[in-house]
């Protein structure tokens, strides 16, 4: 037998080892001080509360397109739009604008460091995913509705959905991306209806301060809203799709157009309305998460 030589130089410097775990345990403690931050607490909650609103003004404005009230505002920076056409609005809009920033954090600090414990095997790293997709989102809103409130940006601002593929499509590979991002938000749709069975939300609220009834009726939000919402991303991440596969950023649409579709089916009003109750009661659901999720803190 040959015995296996070490060359020189390779051996680990026991210092240097020593050196880069104190760092990490030190950017680790840094970490936990700023998750577990009474501030970012209020400013998550408050963040929850916002989104709920954001949701809640989607699923009024759906529900209007149900028994055919004409909107063209169903999408999320619609919404914020609609909030900040009068002056009561924009003062209410410089809450939102803040309070975006803050949920938009706690998406990135989901993600990043993990306080819920989603973990790192595959269904918990894409859970994780999802939570910086979800910062990211509400920090684009956030910009968008601070433009609103400084007066530059006028209306719903176009399809946001359109434009990014349109802007995709400009880029090596870009038909790629696009089919790739459809087939993202396919599966992101059909996800939500596996998270409405599952309902894995429930570890993620303090359930031993509520009652039973609170329990069961905060459950059956979640899950509708969690159905309703999967109907509109997954439409959505068709539209994608069809975009990319044509090379056409037109076939590309935001949320707005994903309600109208519903409408045109057969029995579309009636499925869109309780497509837009399900939205109504992602309101509520967050409402009631602003109240009783779980904080690193906690």
Known sequence: MTAKVTAPGRRPNPRRTNAAKQTVHRAHQEAKKVVTNPWVERTARLGYVVRGIVY?????????????????????????????????????????????????????IRAIYDPLHRGSDPPGIASRIGFAWSGLNYAALAIFAAGILVGGAKGAGGDS??????????????????????????FGGLGQFLDAYKAGFRKDLKRNQMTRVQRITVDALGRFGMVARGVIFGIVGIFVLVAGLH?????????????????????GHALLAIVALGFIALWLHSWANARWVRMPSN
């Open 56 to 108: 809640g003004t989607m699923g009024v404005l759906a529900l209007g397109l149900a028994i055919g009230v004409d909107s063209s505002t169903t999408d999320q920076r619609g919404s914020l739009a609609l909030i900040g056409e009068n002056i009561v609005g924009r003062l209410f809009l410089l809450v939102v604008v803040f309070s975006l920033i803050a949920y938009a954090g706690w998406g990135l």
């Open 161 to 186: 959905v359109q434009k990014t593929v349109a802007w995709a499509l400009t880029m090596p590979a870009g038909t790629a991306i696009v089919i790739i991002a459809g087939v993202i938000g396919v």
């Open 247 to 267: 090379r056409d950023a037109h076939d590309a649409h935001s949320f707005g157009p994903a309600f109208a579709a519903v409408a045109r089916e057969p029995l």
